[in-house]
């Protein structure tokens, strides 16, 4: 039973990251003021040039590299498009999506010829499990043992590094004068216009951020999770990432236990494939697919809570005249 | 904001041509960054869209897709709801207009089947538009958000329904049993036999189509609903002062708006596939959005934009059969660029077109 | 520049002494060499603070500041007073960096600047206080306080240096405020008071504050007056905008008049007086001639009893009101704005929902409790010109004959079954078009290109042909020429004449003495008295600021 527990509890770990890593950039893109729907064509963007450049250079950290760099162009054509220009931001996301779907099998079949894959990485060129200290050790020891070892250690750099993540966002976010700042152009622009602050500097610092990690997402989906990028990859999960984002309130250490919340659905929804849960029966896979979607609806009617956005939130900035 | 004004045919004209110019001299860079010409590739695309009964056929049948879907984006555009959620109302419609045509199709002709598959899809679409509507007219729910997170559910639900409820036995592929006659639509080529539509699929549905546009026209433009609509677009405030219910016209807006995507089902469902199949919608809800912001949410507009994009539809596919390295891909490419230079940065070249009317303008009143 | 400021603000009080004497004593010298060469422009005040010289600004074909001159004198309050429009605002964005002068020299402590953005208006020691506050409702007041000044990368660096600033600041000012509260949560007067403690913490000399009691109560806009003067005493200059003749004459040194972008006049305020003032600031007399026959006054038309309505945020702003419109009356509803008033019109024309409240509209009893809407009310026989007609009256992208039928485009003679008939519709909004003297006389362009005369008149055409029995009409005159004034004027009289009940809401009191024929005063949501239209000014100044002297006996107000 414990090992049950373990597996699953390891398996949404790992389905986790990437959703965490999109959440957070949706966090500081969302706090500033600019919506991003545009999550998931940055993570597929990412997650091919990641694919890509660690194939091609051998190593995964050139592929990491790659993937960021990627994502964060496709951050500053939204910020461009949606700061710089005043455009919607729900239209620009939608475009960035569109972009980087196609973009991604259109190279891939020009320079790879595999359909828009890109070949297969060796194990050397991705991101390896890491066995923590003491963890081969410590296996024996009843319930803690099993828990360090098979739960804790054993992961990719990458997956430690996004729950990393969480506490420096919010200390970003709600200790440093940048983070002030942030949240001010998100909630009021004209207060920190009129305080002396450049409202388009900030909020292109935050789309930035945001591609730096959603860049993250997407390579961990093809150099540590995969082995190479496969067509559609991101399947949707820049679109929970942002449901998570509204589900924890655009707070940092919300979005991670609605992450991991969200990524135990998907690791329960992969191991009762098939399987009758007693009393219940057979539940569809689709449940537990839906059920982010479904949770997210609920909380944004209000009948759990209220999510409110930041106010500025979509609203491009124009200073007005009086 | 005088400064702003150009005259119309640049509203409508000039400007989108020149967004579009963009978006394709950007495409034309993928293009050569792919090893290709393209030129070569333009040629190819116009040639298979256009230069040929079959290849007009087809390009038709795309853009009768992008005419419901863009129609549904536009008339919440009117009223200020962004409907993003196209995709998901055209899956639930689909499997409206499908459940009829299983019901019926076995007993019934077609046109006794075609008016029935009409109300089963536009309440299949409506119904899966009313709940963001109401949600955002009753709780303030964000519809955009509402929208997206409804395309995913209705994904699941159709995956499920597919593959364990409409699945005929002893098979293994999730979709529903082909309709027989009765639920089938004629298609042009067996209807016009003088023009050679070769295989191409496009049929009756293109007409609905475009009777659709006239009457989204006449109910934007011509009605009380559509005045009640158009105000509550423009100016929330002054329309609670004239007595119009917010909530009533968002949900009825809602409602039409995903009336009008459920419809797109007629043409892929009733008319080409003649069965229920998973992905049916393949993306015509968010090609919707970029045919509702070309077409300035007018009718004739929106015909215009869906024919470019049905031409770009049905073009790629020849491409990427003639240049197999640019694979159907381009298309998603160039409708990405469209959709950001014709949307969301539709008014970057604004200023500049201003200033040089302005002193064309000028210029011509001092001589 | 500002943080240096900043940070020898947080010296203490010894460093602050030194500071303010020997600045004393320079001005005292400067004032000196003035005097000899016989330049002083302002008694009291020595240096000028500000001086602008023939400062101009064009928004397209609008020119919103024509060749303005000003010379501010430090440590004065210096009122700068006009109509709405008449370019006041504008100067001081101008000032505060957020617009640039399209020609003009602007000086500070006497050297010419520059004004590029806020940040270095800021630094030049100008701090403004918008008539729409610039704070951020989720932050504390301390965050605000510090946004943009925080005093290194990371806030703990920064907050306990502010924190102890921010006490003195308030202290020495006389402000007391909860450095950790969330601004939202605080009331309008608090949040002011947030916005100049803000501006003083970045070092400001010069504060200007931008129709600051357009949303105080009257004891909110004395508290405030009491800090201004602080201020001054303190060696700040403080720069007024403001609308309003009472608080000119009631705060201010000096005084300069702004008509229609230009700057008329410049006035010792204490050798001046508030008829001068007003004729400067609309360049005619300002009592306005209303042919106001007499007219038979019928039975009541408009009953409201016991009303109270919540405004959005759940704070009660109309409480109990009662009141009566008879035919051929005209009742004004007086008060400062933000009173109760505009939740009242909204709540009586069926916009809103009342918490509480009955009323009779021709006759028919209706529970203002209960769900109405504006539809409902209308045929009902009310019609409604609102105060604010771009928010409300029009649908700026229409055309102006859509506009023509905003709220009556369910009535039969516009439609056909469910279709607008749009050809009567066009056709009826020329004959208005020609009644009314609208101009450009075009139904077909969008109501956006009419001027605010105009617009207006598309309104009042609208609200007046339909023939109601009672009219709502909120601020009639705002933001509208005074060839239109008149005219509308004399509609609402001819409504009277045709023996029509007429609210009329205005916070302009000539217009409500000229207008009606009983008068009745809001305040902080109460009617507190009732007068005829022979009351003067300064007893209905004195309601308006919630004092009723002839109830005073019996029993207290709040203040």
Same mark, same amino acid.
């Given at each position: 039973?414990?090992?049950?527990?373990?597996?699953?509890?390891?398996?949404?770990?790992?389905?986790?990251?990437?959703?965490?890593?999109?959440?957070?950039?949706?966090?500081?893109?969302?706090?500033?003021?600019?919506?991003?729907?545009?999550?998931?064509?940055?993570?597929?963007?990412?997650?091919?040039?990641?694919?890509?450049?660690?194939?091609?250079?051998?190593?995964?950290?050139?592929?990491?590299?790659?993937?960021?760099?990627?994502?964060?162009?496709?951050?500053?054509?939204?910020?461009?498009?949606?700061? $710089?220009?005043?455009?919607? %931001?729900?239209?620009?996301?939608?475009?960035?999506?569109?972009?980087?779907?196609?973009?991604?099998?259109?190279?891939? %079949?020009?320079?790879?010829?595999?359909?828009?894959?890109?070949?297969?990485?060796?194990? %050397?060129?991705?991101?390896?499990?890491?066995?923590?200290?003491?963890?081969?050790?410590?296996?024996?020891?009843?319930?803690?043992?099993?828990?360090?070892?098979?739960?804790? $250690?054993?992961?990719?750099?990458?997956?430690?590094?996004?729950?990393?993540?969480?506490?420096?966002?919010?200390?970003?976010?709600?200790?440093?004068?940048?983070?002030?700042?942030?949240?001010?152009?998100?909630?009021?622009?004209?207060?920190?216009?009129?305080?002396?602050?450049?409202?388009?500097?900030?909020?292109?610092?935050?789309?930035?951020?945001?591609?730096?990690?959603?860049?993250?997402?997407?390579?961990?989906?093809?150099?540590?999770?995969?082995?190479?990028?496969?067509?559609?990859?991101?399947?949707?999960?820049?679109?929970?990432?942002?449901?998570?984002?509204?589900?924890?309130?655009?707070?940092?250490?919300?979005?991670?236990?609605?992450?991991?919340?969200?990524?135990?659905?998907?690791?329960?929804?992969?191991?009762?494939?098939?399987?009758?849960?007693?009393?219940?029966?057979?539940?569809?896979?689709?449940?537990?697919?839906?059920?982010?979607?479904?949770?997210?609806?609920?909380?944004?009617?209000?009948?759990?809570?209220?999510?409110?956005?930041?106010?500025?939130?979509?609203?491009?900035?124009?200073?007005?005249?009086? | 904001?005088?400064?702003?004004?150009?005259?119309?045919?640049?509203?409508?004209?000039?400007?989108?041509?020149?967004?579009?110019?963009?978006?394709?001299?950007?495409?034309?860079?993928?293009?050569?960054?792919?090893?290709?010409?393209?030129?070569?590739?333009?040629?190819?695309?116009?040639?298979?869209?256009?230069?040929?009964?079959?290849?007009?056929?087809?390009?038709?049948?795309?853009?009768?897709?992008?005419?419901?879907?863009?129609?549904?984006?536009?008339?919440?555009?009117?009223?200020?709801?962004?409907?993003?959620?196209?995709?998901?109302?055209?899956?639930?419609?689909?499997?409206?207009?499908?459940?009829?045509?299983?019901?019926?199709?076995?007993?019934?002709?077609?046109?006794?089947?075609?008016?029935?598959?009409?109300?089963?899809?536009?309440?299949?679409?409506?119904?899966?538009?009313?709940?963001?509507?109401?949600?955002?007219?009753?709780?303030?729910?964000?519809?955009?958000?509402?929208?997206?997170?409804?395309?995913?559910?209705?994904?699941?639900?159709?995956?499920?329904?597919?593959?364990?409820?409409?699945?005929?036995?002893?098979?293994?592929?999730?979709?529903?049993?082909?309709?027989?006659?009765?639920?089938?639509?004629?298609?042009?080529?067996?209807?016009?036999?003088?023009?050679?539509?070769?295989?191409?699929? &496009?049929?009756?549905?293109?007409?609905?189509?475009?009777?659709?546009?006239? &009457? &989204?026209?006449?109910?934007?433009?011509?009605?009380?609903?559509?005045?009640?609509?158009?105000?509550?677009?423009?100016?929330?405030?002054?329309?609670?002062?004239?007595?119009?219910?917010?909530?009533?016209?968002?949900?009825?807006?809602?409602?039409?708006?995903?009336?009008?995507?459920?419809?797109?089902?007629?043409?892929?469902?009733?008319?080409?596939?003649?069965?229920?199949?998973?992905?049916?919608?393949?993306?015509?809800?968010?090609?919707?959005?970029?045919?509702?912001?070309?077409?300035?949410?007018?009718?004739?507009?929106?015909?215009?934009?869906?024919?470019?994009?049905?031409?770009?539809?049905?073009?790629?596919?020849?491409?990427?059969?003639?240049?197999?390295?640019?694979?159907?891909?381009?298309? &998603?490419?160039?409708?990405?660029?469209?959709?950001?230079?014709?949307?969301?940065?539709?008014?970057?070249?604004?200023?500049?077109?201003?200033?040089?009317?302005?002193?064309?303008?000028?210029?011509?009143?001092?001589? | 520049?500002?943080?240096?400021?900043?940070?020898?603000?947080?010296? #203490?009080?010894?460093?602050?002494?030194?500071?303010?004497?020997?600045?004393?004593?320079?001005?005292?010298?400067?004032?000196?060499?003035?005097?000899?060469?016989?330049?002083?422009?302002?008694?009291?005040? *020595?240096?000028?603070?500000?001086? /602008?010289?023939?400062?101009?600004?064009?928004?397209?074909?609008?020119?919103?500041?024509?060749?303005?001159?000003?010379?501010?004198?430090?440590?004065?309050?210096?009122?700068?007073?006009?109509?709405?429009?008449?370019?006041?605002?504008?100067?001081?964005?101008?000032?505060?960096?957020?617009?640039?002068?399209?020609?003009?020299?602007?000086?500070?402590?006497?050297?010419?600047?520059?004004?590029?953005?806020?940040?270095?208006?800021?630094?030049? #020691?100008?701090?403004?206080?918008?008539?729409?506050?610039?704070?951020?409702?989720?932050?504390?007041?301390?965050?605000?306080?510090?946004?943009?000044?925080?005093?290194?990368?990371?806030?703990?660096?920064?907050?306990?240096?502010?924190?102890?600033?921010?006490?003195?600041?308030?202290?020495?000012?006389?402000?007391?405020?909860?450095?950790?509260?969330?601004?939202?949560?605080?009331?309008?007067?608090?949040?002011?008071?947030?916005?100049?403690?803000?501006?003083?913490?970045?070092?400001?000399?010069?504060?200007?504050?931008?129709?600051?009691?357009?949303?105080?109560?009257?004891?909110?806009?004395?508290?405030?007056?009491?800090?201004?003067?602080?201020?001054?005493?303190?060696?700040?200059?403080?720069?007024?905008?403001?609308?309003?003749?009472?608080?000119?004459? *009631?705060?201010?040194?000096?005084?300069?008049?702004?008509?229609?972008?230009?700057?008329?006049?410049?006035?010792?305020?204490?050798?001046?007086?508030?008829?001068?003032?007003?004729?400067?600031?609309?360049?005619?007399?300002?009592?306005?001639?209303?042919?106001?026959?007499?007219?038979?006054? #019928?039975?009541?038309?408009?009953?409201?009893?016991?009303?109270?309505?919540?405004?959005?945020?759940?704070?009660?702003?109309?409480?109990?009101?009662?009141?009566?419109?008879?035919?051929?009356?005209?009742?004004?509803?007086?008060?400062?704005?933000?009173?109760?008033?505009?939740?009242?019109?909204?709540?009586?024309?069926?916009?809103?929902?009342?918490?509480?409240?009955?009323?009779?509209?021709?006759?028919?009893?209706?529970? /203002?409790?209960?769900?109405?809407?504006?539809?409902?009310?209308?045929?009902?026989?009310?019609?409604?010109?609102?105060?604010?007609?771009?928010?409300?009256?029009?649908?700026?992208?229409?055309?102006?004959?859509?506009?023509?039928?905003?709220?009556?485009?369910?009535?039969?003679?516009?439609?056909?079954?469910?279709?607008?008939?749009?050809?009567?519709?066009?056709?009826?909004?020329?004959?208005?078009?020609?009644?009314?003297?609208?101009?450009?006389?075009?139904?077909?362009?969008?109501?956006?290109?009419?001027?605010?005369?105009?617009?207006?008149?598309?309104?009042?055409?609208?609200?007046?042909?339909?023939?109601?029995?009672?009219?709502?009409?909120?601020?009639?005159?705002?933001?509208?020429?005074?060839?239109?004034?008149?005219?509308?004027?004399?509609?609402?009289?001819?409504?009277?004449?045709?023996?029509?009940?007429?609210?009329?809401?205005?916070?302009?009191?000539?217009?409500?003495?000229?207008?009606?024929?009983?008068?009745?005063?809001?305040?902080?949501?109460?009617?507190?008295?009732?007068?005829?239209?022979?009351?003067?000014?300064?007893?209905?100044? /004195?309601?308006?600021?919630?004092?009723?002297?002839?109830?005073?006996?019996?029993?207290?107000?709040?203040?």
């Amino acid at each position: 039973m414990l090992d049950t527990i373990i597996l699953i509890l390891d398996s949404t770990l790992r389905l986790s990251t990437p959703l965490l890593f999109a959440c957070l950039a949706g966090l500081f893109s969302e706090r500033a003021g600019v919506v991003n729907i545009g999550l998931e064509g940055k993570i597929l963007g990412a997650a091919f040039a990641a694919g890509a450049a660690a194939y091609v250079f051998q190593s995964p950290w050139i592929g990491l590299l790659a993937g960021i760099m990627v994502s964060v162009m496709l951050a500053l054509v939204h910020g461009y498009a949606s700061i $710089s220009q005043r455009g919607n %931001q729900v239209v620009s996301g939608v475009a960035i999506n569109f972009l980087a779907a196609g973009l991604t099998v259109l190279l891939g %079949q020009a320079w790879f010829s595999q359909g828009g894959r890109t070949p297969a990485l060796s194990p %050397q060129n991705r991101f390896q499990s890491i066995t923590l200290p003491f963890a081969d050790t410590l296996a024996n020891v009843p319930v803690l043992g099993p828990i360090y070892a098979n739960l804790i $250690s054993g992961h990719n750099i990458l997956v430690y590094a996004s729950f990393a993540a969480v506490p420096l966002t919010w200390w970003i976010v709600f200790r440093t004068r940048f983070g002030l700042r942030l949240r001010a152009v998100g909630e009021n622009p004209s207060a920190a216009d009129t305080a002396g602050l450049s409202v388009t500097l900030l909020r292109y610092r935050a789309t930035i951020i945001c591609g730096v990690l959603c860049g993250f997402s997407g390579v961990y989906l093809s150099v540590a999770q995969g082995a190479g990028f496969i067509k559609d990859m991101s399947a949707g999960k820049g679109f929970i990432a942002l449901a998570a984002l509204i589900f924890a309130k655009w707070k940092p250490v919300n979005a991670m236990f609605t992450c991991l919340l969200f990524g135990f659905l998907d690791a329960l929804a992969i191991r009762l494939q098939g399987q009758e849960i007693p009393g219940i029966g057979e539940v569809p896979v689709q449940v537990f697919q839906a059920l982010p979607y479904v949770l997210t609806v609920v909380l944004l009617a209000g009948f759990i809570g209220r999510a409110i956005p930041p106010k500025a939130s979509g609203i491009p900035y124009v200073k007005e005249r009086t | 904001m005088s400064k702003g004004q150009l005259p119309r045919w640049v509203d409508y004209g000039v400007l989108p041509a020149l967004n579009l110019l963009a978006a394709f001299i950007i495409s034309g860079l993928v293009v050569i960054v792919i090893g290709e010409d393209p030129f070569e590739a333009v040629k190819w695309l116009v040639w298979g869209a256009l230069g040929y009964g079959e290849g007009i056929g087809y390009t038709l049948y795309y853009a009768t897709n992008f005419i419901f879907t863009g129609l549904a984006v536009a008339v919440a555009f009117h009223a200020g709801l962004f409907n993003i959620g196209g995709e998901g109302q055209v899956y639930l419609g689909g499997l409206g207009i499908g459940l009829v045509c299983l019901a019926l199709d076995r007993y019934v002709p077609w046109w006794v089947t075609f008016p029935c598959a009409i109300i089963g899809g536009a309440l299949f679409g409506a119904a899966w538009a009313f709940i963001p509507g109401y949600l955002q007219a009753k709780r303030g729910s964000h519809i955009v958000i509402t929208t997206i997170m409804f395309n995913f559910i209705a994904s699941a639900l159709m995956v499920y329904l597919l593959s364990n409820i409409l699945i005929p036995q002893g098979t293994m592929s999730p979709s529903s049993r082909t309709f027989e006659a009765g639920g089938q639509l004629p298609l042009l080529r067996n209807v016009f036999t003088s023009f050679d539509f070769g295989q191409s699929p &496009v049929n009756l549905a293109f007409f609905l189509a475009l009777a659709v546009c006239g &009457v &989204v026209w006449l109910l934007i433009w011509h009605t009380k609903l559509g005045y009640e609509i158009r105000s509550f677009g423009a100016n929330p405030d002054a329309s609670a002062y004239a007595g119009i219910s917010p909530v009533r016209v968002t949900v009825i807006t809602m409602l039409i708006s995903g009336a009008l995507a459920g419809l797109m089902g007629i043409n892929v469902v009733m008319g080409e596939q003649t069965r229920l199949l998973l992905d049916f919608a393949g993306g015509a809800g968010f090609v919707g959005v970029a045919v509702a912001l070309m077409g300035r949410g007018h009718p004739i507009g929106i015909i215009l934009a869906s024919m470019l994009f049905g031409l770009l539809y049905q073009g790629g596919a020849e491409l990427a059969f003639e240049i197999p390295t640019i694979s159907r891909d381009m298309i &998603v490419v160039i409708q990405a660029l469209v959709i950001l230079f014709a949307g969301a940065l539709e008014h970057m070249f604004r200023p500049a077109v201003a200033a040089f009317f302005n002193r064309f303008s000028s210029s011509t009143a001092e001589a | 520049m500002g943080s240096v400021r900043c940070f020898s603000w947080g010296r #203490g009080n010894a460093f602050e002494t030194v500071y303010f004497e020997s600045r004393h004593a320079i001005d005292t010298q400067v004032n000196d060499l003035i005097d000899q060469k016989g330049r002083a422009t302002v008694a009291e005040s *020595n240096v000028p603070a500000i001086e /602008l010289i023939g400062v101009s600004k064009s928004f397209g074909p609008v020119q919103a500041n024509k060749d303005i001159d000003l010379v501010v004198g430090k440590g004065s309050i210096h009122g700068i007073i006009g109509e709405n429009g008449a370019g006041k605002s504008t100067l001081m964005s101008i000032l505060y960096g957020f617009y640039h002068a399209d020609s003009g020299t602007i000086k500070i402590d006497d050297k010419t600047t520059t004004i590029p953005d806020s940040k270095s208006a800021i630094a030049q #020691g100008i701090g403004m206080v918008h008539q729409h506050f610039m704070l951020v409702d989720t932050f504390t007041v301390l965050e605000n306080v510090i946004l943009g000044a925080e005093g290194g990368a990371l806030l703990k660096d920064g907050v306990a240096n502010a924190r102890s600033e921010l006490k003195r600041l308030a202290d020495e000012y006389d402000m007391t405020i909860d450095p950790d509260a969330v601004v939202g949560d605080l009331p309008v007067g608090s949040q002011q008071r947030v916005e100049i403690l803000k501006a003083l913490y970045r070092g400001a000399d010069i504060l200007i504050l931008d129709e600051p009691t357009g949303v105080l109560t009257p004891s909110e806009a004395d508290h405030l007056f009491r800090i201004l003067r602080v201020l001054r005493d303190q060696g700040k200059t403080v720069l007024l905008i403001t609308h309003k003749l009472r608080e000119i004459m *009631n705060v201010t040194d000096m005084v300069s008049v702004m008509r229609r972008g230009e700057m008329v006049a410049s006035r010792k305020t204490a050798e001046t007086s508030m008829e001068g003032l007003a004729e400067l600031m609309v360049g005619r007399s300002v009592l306005l001639e209303v042919d106001k026959p007499e007219v038979e006054v #019928g039975k009541p038309l408009l009953k409201v009893e016991g009303l109270n309505v919540k405004d959005d945020r759940g704070v009660l702003r109309v409480k109990d009101v009662s009141f009566k419109v008879r035919a051929g009356e005209v009742l004004g509803i007086a008060g400062v704005s933000g009173n109760g008033q505009s939740e009242l019109l909204a709540a009586l024309s069926g916009i809103t929902r009342a918490e509480s409240g009955k009323m009779e509209l021709s006759g028919e009893k209706l529970d /203002l409790s209960k769900a109405h809407d504006a539809a409902e009310m209308r045929t009902m026989g009310m019609s409604h010109v609102p105060e604010d007609r771009h928010r409300m009256g029009l649908v700026n992208k229409f055309t102006e004959y859509e506009n023509s039928i905003l709220g009556y485009h369910r009535e039969p003679k516009y439609s056909k079954g469910m279709f607008l008939s749009k050809d009567a519709i066009r056709k009826e909004a020329k004959e208005r078009i020609e009644k009314y003297d609208i101009r450009p006389p075009t139904p077909d362009m969008t109501v956006a290109k009419f001027s605010g005369g105009n617009q207006q008149k598309i309104v009042l055409a609208r609200e007046i042909e339909c023939d109601p029995d009672v009219l709502l009409i909120g601020q009639p005159t705002r933001g509208v020429d005074i060839g239109a004034i008149e005219y509308i004027h004399n509609r609402i009289m001819d409504m009277r004449a045709q023996g029509k009940a007429v609210l009329l809401v205005s916070v302009e009191l000539e217009e409500i003495r000229s207008l009606s024929d009983r008068i009745i005063v809001m305040f902080d949501g109460n009617v507190v008295g009732e007068r005829g239209p022979e009351a003067t000014e300064q007893d209905l100044g /004195l309601l308006m600021a919630g004092v009723n002297q002839e109830a005073e006996n019996d029993h207290e107000l709040p203040v």
